[in-house]
């Protein structure tokens, strides 16, 4: 039988999740690959989009502005 956490899909968990696991992995990467500013771009759309899925956003300063409280 599956049990499911009834806070499990909340903002704050993905955002924990996020910056547990999913931007150390990213930034890891980095660190080890020279990027070019096309890779940053494609980096920061991954993390604009991970936002505006998460917090549902509806404009690009709701993101921005999320992005500077989170982080």
Do not use: G, Q, W
């Amino acid at each position: 039988m599956y049990y499911r956490a009834k806070n499990a899909s909340s903002e704050l968990v993905c955002v924990h999740l996020l910056k547990t696991i999913c931007l150390p992995v990213l930034l890891y990467a980095v660190e080890v690959i020279p990027a070019t500013k096309s890779d940053i771009s494609l980096l920061n759309h991954v993390i604009d989009r991970a936002v505006f899925r998460i917090f549902r956003c509806a404009s690009t300063n709701d993101i921005k502005y999320v992005r500077l409280v989170i982080c």
